[in-house]
Each structure stands twice: as C-alpha cells, then as structure tokens.
C-alpha cells in the first residue's frame, strides 16, 4: 500500500476545514466560498446565453414548420432535432443560474434583443438553413469566448458551456451537409 507524502496533499484542503465551510452560508447553496468566479457576471452572461438558445429554438421550429420542397420532410426533422438539442441547452444555462442564485430570465420580452442570435426571416430551404449555419458559427465563437472567459475560475459553467458547444458544432456540420446536398457545392471553404 502507497503512502503519501505531505508535499504531495500539501494542495488539499483538510477535511475538518472543509466540513466547516461546508456548514457556514447554507443560503449561498451550492455556492461556496472557493468559487473564483463572479456569480453576478456568471448569470449575466449565462442570461444571454438562455436568451441565445432560446430563439434558436423557435428558430428552428419555425423553420421545421415552413420546410417546403422535395426534402423537406427529412430537413424539416433535423430542424425538430436541432430545436429539442437547443431547448435543452437554454435548460442547462438556467439551471445553473439558478445554481448560482439567479432567477433566469424567459420573459419574452426584449428576448431578441438579449440574444447572441438573429430569429430570421424564414425563406426557400436553402436560406433557412444559411440562416441557421450562420446562427450556428455566431454561437460557436461566442462560446469559445465564453469557455475561455470562464477557465479555472469556474469550471462547472466552462464544462456546461463546453458540453454546449460540441453540439453547437455538431448542428453546424449537419446544416453544412444538408446545404451542399442541396446546393451541390459546399457553402463554406
């Protein structure tokens, strides 16, 4: 059996200094009082993120209802697809405001306004899905900021955001797929 050395938990905190911590400011909840992090600024760029995901959801369920065209059917299902994966995603960002002691914010109004991403106009399929690989590579580069932003300080809402962004990326291959099957050349270098 190892041992260890003094210098190797000479990081780690002691269990009874813990313990301690844990039983002061229950009302913070989860928030304890080693997050680096500012909850303040945290939520306040977490509601635009909520505000961000939901208008891609409606987005995309205005476009899986306006779908028309030969494809549209199977299109119109990886709109449905992409609505459900963004719902989800807002659902997490006000989940973890709400961790932080936030109330997050679905007031409809000002919603576009709070938003990183445009509602769109609709159009032909071909413009519905531009619109959507454009809404799509917006939220990729504002959560890579967001990811870079939050680092160490905060590593819960990093990996979150992080978790988000992988699927973001994943929808912006799809569009892109869809648009050159239906343009016959890629819409992106």
Do not use: W
Request: proline residues 3%.
């Amino acid at each position: 059996m190892a041992t260890t050395t003094k210098e190797e938990t000479a990081f780690l905190t002691d269990v009874r200094t813990l313990r301690e911590r844990a039983k002061r400011s229950l009302d913070d909840g989860a928030l304890m009082p080693s997050y680096k992090g500012d909850a303040n600024q945290t939520i306040s760029l977490l509601q635009s993120v909520v505000a961000t995901e939901l208008v891609c959801v409606l987005r995309y369920r205005m476009h899986a209802i306006a779908a028309a065209g030969i494809t549209s059917k199977s299109i119109a299902k990886e709109f449905s697809e992409h609505a459900e994966s963004e719902h989800r995603h807002m659902l997490m960002a006000a989940e973890r405001i709400d961790q932080l002691g936030g109330v997050p914010n679905l007031d409809p109004e000002g919603l576009a306004s709070r938003a990183a991403t445009e509602y769109g106009k609709g159009g032909n399929l071909v413009q519905m899905l531009k619109d959507d690989l454009v809404a799509e590579r917006l939220v990729i580069e504002h959560y890579q900021e967001l990811i870079r932003y939050f680092g160490d300080d905060d590593p819960t809402t990093r990996i979150m955001l992080e978790h988000i962004l992988a699927e973001e990326e994943d929808h912006a291959s799809d569009i892109h797929d869809l648009l050159v099957a239906h343009e016959g050349t890629p819409f992106l270098k």
